[in-house]
Each structure stands twice: as C-alpha cells, then as structure tokens.
T-cell receptor, first 112, second 113 residues
Framework: EAQVTQNPRYLITVTGKKLTVTCSQN?????MSWYRQDPGLGLRQIYY???????DKGDVPEGYKVSRKEKRNFPLILESPSPNQTSLYFC???????????FGEGSRLTVL | AQRVTQPEKLLSVFKGAPVELKCNYS??????LFWYVQYSRQRLQLLLR??SRESIKGFTADLNKGETSFHLKKPFAQEEDSAMYYC???????????????FGSGTRLSIRP
C-alpha cells in the first residue's frame, strides 16, 4: 500500500532529551516535507527536501534538523527539545513541483 | 509574502443546506491553490486543486484572482462532509516558492442532521 509512515505516533519527553521522528514513504517521491500543526495556526512548514541530500528551511525551522540520505526517508531531529515544540507533527511527500501531498498520520509530541 | 487566510474556525450548517468555506490568499505571482480535507481518524488528503477544475464529492472551488479568493462550495451538505478543511497555496514563481506549500489555519465543518 502506498503511504507515508511516521514513528512514533505519540511521544512524551523531557526538555533537552534528543529525539528523532522518522518518516518513510514508498512512492518514490522526490519531495518530502515536515509540518507542525498548532491550534489556530494551521500547518506550518518546518523543513523540506526536493531530493536526496537537498534540504531547505521552511517557515519555522528553529530547533529542528533534518537529513535526506535516502529518497524514502526524511527524519526530523530535535537536538534539545523545549516545551514550545509540543505539537502535532506531519510528514508529507509528493512528486516534485506538484502541490499534491501525501501525509502521514501525524506524531503527537509533548515536551515537559 | 505568501499567506493563506481562512477566516472561519468553525462552520456549522444543516444537512441539505449550501456550504461555503472561505479562503483568501496573498501572493505576488501566479499561485496554484488547493483544498485539503481531514476526516475523523483519517489522514489529511487532497480534495481538489484549482487547475483541475473538477468537482469532487460535490465540492467545487473557483480561483478568483481579482478578489484573491478560492472559496470551497457545495450546494447541498451531507453529514459525511463533516471534517477539517485546509486551503493551501503553492507559488509558481521561482525555486523557493515552488517548494513552499502554505496552508491556512483550517475550518472545521460540522453538518447537523
């Protein structure tokens, strides 16, 4: 089944403890992106990648890192999480230069 | 700067009534507009795009460049239309714009029986 898979789906952690949210897609999409969803603010783009080894900042990249070593994977790394990173995170993928995105189920992160 | 505005957080209408979800955008070049939908316990998914000019599940949306709007409409609401709806924009000018897909804050549509 063609899909975007995120893990973990739920995570509670403490300030400063490094964590990684994985994202994998099996549709051979060039484009991948991370969004965070917060009440009243909609989906805000964190980072995106146009292809392997090509990543760029979105609108809210502070406190996050990403890597794109393989086409299918696009992990989101929080080196030192803080409470303001408590949010619902979505990974998405799509063919390059189209606006059709395929989303993961979301990862709800709580930083205490 | 690119911006998408959905002025209504919540829209509640009766079954069979017409629905209009508002979306206004700000973009200096030529945009591509989309509507995404998230049904309860399902993933966010594309509903329709302005380029296709198609009707999906009875919904249509027309891009009005003069008013910079892309409102989503359906003449007769059904209970299964209850969901969260997001308007999104992709710029068609320049590398960075093509990479940014900007979403509005979303409107929760609730259809009352």
């Amino acid at each position: 089944e063609a899909q975007v898979t995120q893990n973990p789906r739920y995570l509670i952690t403490v300030t400063g403890k490094k964590l990684t949210v994985t994202c994998s897609q099996n549709m051979n999409h060039e484009y991948m992106s991370w969004y965070r969803q917060d009440p009243g603010l909609g989906l805000r783009q964190i980072y995106y990648s146009m292809n392997v080894e090509v990543t760029d900042k979105g609108d809210v990249p502070e406190g996050y890192k990403v890597s794109r070593k393989e086409k299918r994977n696009f992990p989101l790394i929080l080196e030192s999480p803080s409470p303001n990173q408590t949010s619902l995170y979505f990974c998405a993928s799509g063919r390059k230069n189209t606006g059709e995105l395929f989303f993961g189920e979301g990862s709800r992160l709580t930083v205490l | 700067a690119q911006r998408v505005t959905q002025p209504e957080k919540l829209l509640s209408v009766f079954k069979g009534a017409p629905v209009e979800l508002k979306c206004n955008y700000s973009y200096s070049g030529s945009p591509e507009l989309f509507w995404y939908v998230q049904y309860s316990r399902q993933r966010l998914q594309l509903l329709l795009r302005h380029i296709s000019r198609e009707s999906i599940k009875g919904f249509t949306a027309d891009l009005n460049k003069g008013e910079t709007s892309f409102h989503l409409k359906k003449p007769f609401a059904q209970e299964e239309d209850s969901a969260m709806y997001y308007c999104a924009l992709r710029g068609l000018s320049g590398y960075s714009s093509a990479s940014k897909i900007i979403f509005g804050s979303g409107t929760r549509l609730s259809i009352r029986p």
